[in-house]
């Protein structure tokens, strides 16, 4: 199937099972913003939690914040925002659709990527065992040309970026002959900056009210309460400041489903360290962020490392975590060196001092920091894009499964009573009883079991618990594992911890705590 066509069906079947609902729907929707629905919201929370507790529950040195989404505009005039959080857009003039101009060229260099990537995948099927990938890239005149061209087109275009050089960048466009997708056509626009932040008001106009900013992202507000957390916490650096927030950017192209919105959530964490050593924790957090995704099972082959070609105003390093998303690999989390600049801005525009005092070194500094940033809706796609799975069975039946990590799963335990009579609903919802405290389960009793057992496949339950009569003679109940289909018949005592150390999300913790040991 076509990825496109996959992604499709993605989002369709997020709407049809209550993941993701676009917002104000019956009034036909409100650009690149969306609510999660029932089964959304658990999914979302579960991400939340697994990023929480690997952050702040498993390193001694990280604890939590939750900072106000209004913040005093001066904070963003300090952190450059007001004057260089912009994007370079271009228009068509035919078919009057609005792209960033900096994606358009980025989505040019993944498809000389791709022509490289399918000669590749044809001359391994034609030679088998005895083809060497790193010759064929060196020797074959079609894969030297396309790299050839790819390479001479980033290198110009990184450096349009670096220069801010906005008409080099329609150059590039016009060169490389891209087209509106929509119109088919080469008519461009001059490229513009656009800012991203949206304002408000704040306080009534006969107080002389106060134009502020919807943040951009949450790093602002770990930023502007180093010193609270630093004093009342007691913390030494190196130590880290994590904070889970909502984020708003007035996106100039907002498709992609919830990859890119103009009401987002974000994950993110400041670590504070000693001048100098900040690329040393840039390496540490690199390796422990890709270990947090890759943890998931959803196949180490689908994260890549992506260094920026352009670094933002503040940083010294900067990289991301790219999954492979139906349309191809797409930044999931920012790893940045934001270097001391925040905190000496804002020490700069308040007229406080904001420095640490290093006992250890008997030495006063503003610290560097190291940032990990994700967003929490690209998340749940990249997890939705892994585990969507649709499988042919035996009999030419077939089904859709969310193949998610148990731990991440909306619903853990699906409890179901053969039939609606003989006593078999009440023993279903004792059983229920013991298990919902600490899982979310669901009881259903509409229907055949097939079709429950698919409707439950849908959402990504990892567990089905089927009672029968000889459930009320001997307390056995049929299990049923979702990826496997299988069917296994215990006792119904045994339920409980069974599940419950499958979901629990003990398992992530577990690699994780090694991943952190070897380090
Ligand atoms: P992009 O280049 O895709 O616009 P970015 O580099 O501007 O992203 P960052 O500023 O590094 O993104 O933000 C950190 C994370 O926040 C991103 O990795 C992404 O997961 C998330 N994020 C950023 N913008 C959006 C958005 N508009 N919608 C959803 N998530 C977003």
């Given at each position: 199937?076509?990825?496109?066509?996959?992604?499709?069906?993605?989002?369709?079947?997020?709407?049809?099972?209550?993941?993701?609902?676009?917002?104000?729907?019956?009034?036909?929707?409100?650009?690149?913003?969306?609510?999660?629905?029932?089964?959304?919201?658990?999914?979302?929370?579960?991400?939340?939690?697994?990023?929480?507790?690997?952050?702040?529950?498993?390193?001694?040195?990280?604890?939590?914040?939750?900072?106000?989404?209004?913040?005093?505009?001066?904070?963003?005039?300090?952190?450059?925002?007001?004057?260089?959080?912009?994007?370079?857009?271009?228009?068509?003039?035919?078919?009057?659709?609005?792209?960033?101009?900096?994606?358009?060229?980025?989505?040019?260099?993944?498809?000389?990527?791709?022509?490289?990537?399918?000669?590749?995948?044809?001359?391994?099927?034609?030679?088998?065992?005895?083809?060497?990938?790193?010759?064929?890239?060196?020797?074959?005149?079609?894969?030297?040309?396309?790299?050839?061209?790819?390479?001479?087109?980033?290198?110009?275009?990184?450096?349009?970026?670096?220069?801010?050089?906005?008409?080099?960048?329609?150059?590039?466009?016009?060169?490389?002959?891209?087209?509106?997708?929509?119109?088919?056509?080469?008519?461009?626009?001059e490229v513009r900056q656009f800012n991203l932040m949206f304002t408000t008001e704040m306080g009534s106009t006969a107080d002389g009210s106060m134009k502020i900013y919807l943040r951009p992202e949450t790093a602002q507000g770990i930023f502007v309460n180093f010193l609270n957390v630093q004093k009342t916490g007691r913390m030494k650096v190196p130590f880290g400041i994590a904070q889970i927030g909502k984020a708003f950017r007035n996106e100039i192209v907002a498709r992609q489903f919830i990859f890119r919105?103009?009401?987002?959530?974000?994950?993110?964490?400041?670590?504070?360290?000693?001048?100098?050593e900040e690329m040393k924790w840039f390496e540490y957090w690199k390796a422990f962020r890709m270990k947090w995704h890759q943890a998931l099972g959803m196949g180490a082959e689908n994260y890549q490392f992506h260094d920026h070609d352009k670094l933002a105003h503040y940083a010294n390093a900067a990289t991301d975590i790219e999954f492979r998303m139906p349309f191809g690999f797409k930044e999931v989390e920012g790893i940045h060196s934001r270097t001391n600049f925040d905190l000496s801005q804002h020490a700069?525009?308040?007229?406080?001092?904001?420095?640490?005092?290093?006992?250890?070194?008997?030495?006063?500094?503003?610290?560097?920091?190291?940032?990990?940033?994700?967003?929490?809706?690209?998340?749940?796609?990249?997890?939705?894009?892994?585990?969507?799975?649709?499988?042919?069975?035996?009999?030419?039946?077939?089904?859709?499964?969310?193949?998610?990590?148990?731990?991440?799963?909306?619903?853990?335990?699906?409890?179901?009573?053969?039939?609606?009579?003989?006593?078999?609903?009440?023993?279903?919802?004792?059983?229920?009883?013991?298990?919902?405290?600490?899982?979310?389960?669901?009881?259903?009793?509409?229907?055949?079991?097939?079709?429950?057992?698919?409707?439950?496949?849908?959402?990504?339950?990892?567990?089905?618990?089927?009672?029968?009569?000889?459930?009320?003679?001997?307390?056995?109940?049929?299990?049923?594992?979702?990826?496997?289909?299988?069917?296994?018949?215990?006792?119904?005592?045994?339920?409980?911890?069974?599940?419950?150390?499958?979901?629990?999300?003990?398992?992530?913790?577990?690699?994780?705590?090694?991943?952190?040991?070897?380090?």
């Amino acid at each position: 199937m076509a990825q496109e066509d996959v992604f499709k069906k993605l989002v369709s079947h997020c709407k049809e099972y209550g993941f993701v609902f676009p917002s104000s729907e019956i009034y036909d929707g409100l650009g690149a913003v969306y609510d999660y629905g029932q089964n959304g919201v658990e999914l979302k929370n579960n991400i939340k939690k697994y990023w929480w507790d690997a952050m702040v529950k498993l390193n001694d040195n990280v604890v939590g914040l939750d900072s106000a989404i209004f913040m005093h505009p001066t904070i963003w005039k300090a952190s450059g925002h007001v004057d260089a959080f912009n994007d370079p857009l271009i228009d068509n003039k035919d078919s009057k659709k609005r792209y960033r101009a900096d994606v358009l060229i980025e989505e040019q260099l993944a498809k000389y990527d791709e022509k490289i990537e399918k000669e590749i995948a044809k001359a391994k099927k034609k030679f088998g065992d005895s083809f060497d990938e790193q010759k064929f890239r060196e020797t074959n005149n079609h894969v030297v040309e396309t790299q050839t061209k790819r390479d001479a087109l980033h290198t110009r275009f990184a450096k349009a970026l670096n220069d801010n050089n906005l008409e080099e960048l329609r150059q590039i466009i016009i060169d490389e002959e891209i087209v509106c997708p929509i119109s088919g056509t080469r008519n461009w626009t001059e490229v513009r900056q656009f800012n991203l932040m949206f304002t408000t008001e704040m306080g009534s106009t006969a107080d002389g009210s106060m134009k502020i900013y919807l943040r951009p992202e949450t790093a602002q507000g770990i930023f502007v309460n180093f010193l609270n957390v630093q004093k009342t916490g007691r913390m030494k650096v190196p130590f880290g400041i994590a904070q889970i927030g909502k984020a708003f950017r007035n996106e100039i192209v907002a498709r992609q489903f919830i990859f890119r919105m103009r009401e987002f959530e974000q994950m993110e964490m400041q670590f504070f360290v000693r001048p100098g050593e900040e690329m040393k924790w840039f390496e540490y957090w690199k390796a422990f962020r890709m270990k947090w995704h890759q943890a998931l099972g959803m196949g180490a082959e689908n994260y890549q490392f992506h260094d920026h070609d352009k670094l933002a105003h503040y940083a010294n390093a900067a990289t991301d975590i790219e999954f492979r998303m139906p349309f191809g690999f797409k930044e999931v989390e920012g790893i940045h060196s934001r270097t001391n600049f925040d905190l000496s801005q804002h020490a700069k525009y308040s007229g406080k001092k904001i420095e640490y005092f290093d006992p250890e070194i008997n030495q006063s500094y503003t610290p560097y920091v190291i940032e990990t940033s994700i967003g929490v809706d690209r998340m749940f796609l990249s997890i939705l894009a892994g585990a969507y799975t649709e499988e042919q069975l035996e009999g030419g039946d077939s089904r859709v499964v969310l193949k998610l990590p148990a731990a991440l799963s909306p619903v853990k335990v699906a409890v179901l009573p053969l039939v609606k009579k003989d006593g078999l609903p009440d023993k279903a919802r004792e059983i229920l009883s013991n298990l919902r405290l600490d899982m979310n389960c669901q009881y259903d009793e509409k229907d055949s079991i097939g079709k429950r057992y698919r409707r439950q496949d849908a959402i990504g339950t990892p567990f089905c618990v089927t009672v029968d009569h000889q459930t009320l003679e001997d307390n056995t109940v049929t299990i049923r594992y979702r990826d496997s289909m299988e069917q296994e018949r215990i006792d119904a005592s045994k339920l409980h911890d069974l599940i419950l150390d499958k979901v629990s999300g003990k398992e992530l913790f577990r690699i994780l705590s090694e991943a952190k040991k070897e380090e």
